[in-house]
C-alpha cells in the first residue's frame, strides 16, 4: 500500500479518536494495548513451535562462542 494511502487512514484514525471523548480515548488506549499483547504473545508462541521443530528436525546446533566466530568466518 502506498505511504500516502497508509499516511491518510492513519490520520483520519487519529482524527476520528480525537473526536472521542477523554475517557473514550483511554479505554480505546487500553484495548489497543491488550490487543497488541496478545498479538505479541501469538507472535512469540509461534516462534518457539518454530524453534522447537527447527530442534527437533535436528537444524539446530549448539557450540561455543569460537565455534560461533568460526561459523562467521567460514
Known sequence: MPESVQTSRLQSALDTV???SLEEQN???DI???RLQR???KQLLQE???VREEAYQGLITFGSIEDFM???EA
Open 48 to 50: 518457539i513451535e518454530e
Open 39 to 41: 498479538k505479541r504473545q
Open 27 to 29: 479505554l480505546l488506549v
Open 32 to 34: 489497543l494495548l491488550k
Open 18 to 20: 480525537e473526536s472521542l
Open 70 to 72: 568460526k561459523e562467521l
